[in-house]
């Protein structure tokens, strides 16, 4: 391996500390080296502050060192005005001679522009370095930016016998098929994206809260698909712990985000436009069967996250009917978590 993909691994890494709080701006990492030395070093702040970029140079003791450094970054610098100045005009101010880019940046608004303007200024630009990686680090950004949708990724836990719940339940609360420490991953993995969406079939049988309150960490966005708007203001979805966005073909006067219902389009489509119109730049679908079904058959997600605990249903709801590409498998104490990928 060589030193630029040494250097862009870091940038990879340090960036997942912004995991969750950058949206809608992409995870950006940055590190700046001299004479084989890393001296600075910086990942994208909470959206509204700053970039890799400027909180690497920032990290700087030295900035006369600057002009004799070579800075690795994950993604292509911005070369336009948002919520901060672009910070390709950072790095041209310091004279920072040499830039090292994961991979381009293909939003409209950047698109080569920060490469061409850093070329202009003296700069030698090397790109494409761990591209692959690098694409695979800022895949939220680009699904969302480049398929007009969110990234998505379905997650479910089914029994040994391939049952996502029982046909009937005594209490309206969920069956734990997975155990406590999968639970407590799956609050982590609700920090880490936007939003997370249920049918209402799902409300009106778990009653869930689909908080990360075993986590630390914000609430994601959750978002109700309930076309006839028949759910009391009682369930747990409704309560001020996050935001609810309800897909409904009915208003309603209260306090929750409604948004007109078309039935004659198809569920998940319909869905994944309604999401990219508000912004959520990433979503797990959790249930149920029918919802979690209709993304899979209209090829409407990229990842899927599935639990296999040791208990039997006999009968009941059959888990979803998946196809995709087998990634990686865990042991979670007596569960077993399968990560898939949509190619």
Known sequence: MTNHENYIKRCIAIAKNGLGSTRPNPMVGCVIVYKGNIIGEGFTSAYGGNHAEVNAINSVVNKDLLKETTLYVTLEPCSHYGKTPPCSDLI???????????????????????????????????????????????????TFHNKKRPYIILKWAETADGFIAPLTKDEKKPVWISNAY???????????????LVGSNTVIQDNPTLTARDWTGKNPIRVLTNKTDNLSKNYNIFNDQAETIVLSSKDSNSNQTYIDWDSKSTIAQQICNVLYKKNINSIIIEGGLQTLQS?????????????????????????????????????????????????
């Not at 490469?115 to 939220?140: D, P």
């Open 92 to 142: 041209i101010k310091h004279k920072i001679p040499n830039v090292v880019i994961g991979c381009i940046d293909d939003h409209i608004k950047v698109a080569g522009k920060g490469i061409e303007k850093l070329k202009q200024s003296g700069s030698k630009v090397t790109v494409g370095v761990l591209a692959n990686e690098c694409r695979e680090h800022h895949k939220r950004f680009f």
């Open 295 to 343: 993304f899979i058959n209209e090829n409407l997600w990229d990842e899927a996250r599935v639990f296999t605990g040791n208990m039997h249903f006999h009968k009941g709801i059959k888990a979803p009917n998946l196809k995709g590409r087998l990634m990686s498998q865990h042991i979670i104490m007596s569960d077993l978590l399968k990560l898939y990928k949509n190619d």
């Open 182 to 196: 999968s639970r407590q991953l799956t609050h982590k993995w609700r920090t880490e994206e936007q939003a997370i």
